[in-house]
């Protein structure tokens, strides 16, 4: 192995498919309306009232609604998963919660099951916590909406440590390149373990080509390979057309 590809959401977006969160959003509003306002209101969003046809008809409230439900949801979904309400998934009860599938994998394109979310360790912590209390005081009905809760986070719950050992053989092979090309990938927070871990299996000295979409990304990403042991001079921040060409 010569060059490590690592490729991001931004790649089959700049080939014209349509996989933004932003775009799921869509489908999900198309096809499974009655889900996505459950969903949504778990995060604090309650729809336009369906009897009242002014706010639908009013495309500027429309607009407004809509860019707010982006920046505070679905622009950073994964990572917006682990910061629902959970005042408000206590009263939506279970039933929303277990039908939330993030288990089903791609078959039969794929065996492997998606890695989805960020999650947070210390609130299925308290969830559990919350189930067994209600299991002790004998109130099924809390234990019930407790364990789904706490089960809805284990399930959002990336363990990138886990899937770094399971694919140990993997990083080991690394020993031998001579670059990294990261191509309009967004290098979030819960990722980086993953690129600490090309960073520690991979000759000491070595380019880390990154592609961007955005330029005004360049010094959060820079920032962000610095922050994992990256050498500065190891990086070349490049424009994602100069890949294309």
Not at 216 to 229: A, N, T
Request: contains cysteine; charged residues 35%; proline residues 2%.
């Amino acid at each position: 192995m010569s060059k490590l590809y690592i490729i991001g959401n931004g790649f089959d977006r700049g080939h014209g498919l349509k996989t933004s969160y932003w775009n799921f959003r869509e489908y999900l509003e198309k096809y499974e309306e009655d889900f996505l306002v459950q969903m949504e209101r778990m995060y604090d969003f309650a729809p336009f009232e369906r009897k009242d046809n002014r706010n639908r008809k009013n495309k500027k409230r429309q607009k407004w609604r809509d860019d707010a439900l982006y920046q505070y949801l679905w622009q950073s979904f994964e990572f917006e998963l682990s910061h629902a309400n959970e005042v408000e998934m206590e009263e939506r009860s279970q039933s929303l919660l277990e039908v939330i599938d993030l288990d089903g994998g791609l078959t039969p394109y794929c065996k492997e099951k998606p890695i989805l979310g960020h999650g947070n360790v210390d609130i299925i912590d308290v969830y559990q916590e919350k189930a067994k209390r209600a299991d002790d005081e004998f109130d099924e009905g809390s234990k019930s909406i407790y364990h789904a809760i706490a089960k809805f986070y284990e399930r959002i719950f990336k363990d990138t440590n886990q899937q770094i050992n399971k694919h140990r053989d993997f990083f080991r092979n690394l020993a031998d390149i001579t670059s990294v090309n990261i191509i309009e990938h967004s290098m979030s927070e819960v990722d980086l373990p993953y690129f600490q871990a090309v960073q520690l299996y991979s000759p000491e000295k070595m380019t880390w080509n990154i592609y961007y979409f955005n330029k005004d990304e360049q010094d959060s990403m820079k920032e962000r390979l610095l922050s994992i042991g990256v050498m500065k001079e190891e990086i070349y921040m490049r424009d994602v057309k100069e890949f294309w060409d």
